[in-house]
């Protein structure tokens, strides 16, 4: 899930907890949102509180969240640049006015779907 392991510790120690509970909760929460249900993510919420004249509703993010690695062969378009790991990749989509997902995109798979190709 994360870039390396420096930054791990790093959000460990900010959090006063040990860098294996951190990697623990950090993957839960990151596996929860991928599992959302339609009732939770909903298009429609990006106009929840939006004033008529916005012209963007929802702001895209490619994320990548590692997967286990198949260690019986080597495959490079698993591997994302984001995690230096096998990983899916998803596009978030956050509401610009509102603190509401309203879409997921994905998973894919990160080496071989950059984020503009997959939007």
Known sequence: MMKNNERQRKL???FGVSTDTFRYYANRF????SSLKSAVICWYKRFMGAPASNEYFVSIDG??????EDYTKFNPQLCSHKTKRPAYRY?????????AIVGI????IAGSNPDLKIF
């Open 12 to 14: 460990a120690a900010a």
């Open 30 to 33: 990151a596996y929860a949102i």
């Open 63 to 68: 994320t990548d969240f590692h997967r286990q």
């Open 91 to 99: 596009d978030i989509l956050v509401s610009t006015s509102s603190p």
């Open 105 to 108: 995109n994905g998973p894919f």
